[in-house]
């Protein structure tokens, strides 16, 4: 089971990057995927999560509005779309996937992928 984070880089404030997580090995329709970022001297925080099967989302609040998260079935790709990106929105931004979102809320995680640094200058 494999899950392969992708399209990070550094990118001016105000712009946008699209990260994608491929996953491979097994069937993930029945889990929640998510992203996660940590700062340098920051926690690991969770922003933002899809229920694979039924599209439900969640979005932290700091991102709310300015990240979309979504699935390609076909693909077995996990996206994240960041637009109007901020300096603090700079992190290693990883992918997970976890049997609920309370799991994935508890770092209870199934799978995790290696992360993609996202760079954002000021």
């Known amino acids: 089971v494999q899950l392969q984070a992708s399209g990070g880089g550094l990118v001016q404030a105000g712009g946008s990057l699209r990260l994608s997580c491929a996953a491979s090995g097994r069937t993930f329709s029945s889990y929640i995927m998510g992203w996660f970022r940590q700062a340098p001297g920051k926690e690991r925080e969770l922003v933002a999560a899809i229920f694979w099967g039924g599209g439900n989302t969640y979005y932290a609040d700091r991102v709310k509005g300015r990240f979309t998260i979504s699935r390609n079935s076909t693909k077995n790709t996990v996206n994240l779309q960041m637009s109007s990106l901020k300096p603090e929105d700079t992190a290693v931004y990883s992918c997970?996937?976890?049997?609920?979102?309370?799991?994935?809320?508890?770092?209870?995680?199934?799978?995790w992928g290696r992360g993609t640094l996202v760079t954002v200058s000021s």
């Open positions: 997970a996937a976890a049997s609920t979102l309370a799991a994935m809320w508890l770092g209870r995680i199934d799978y």
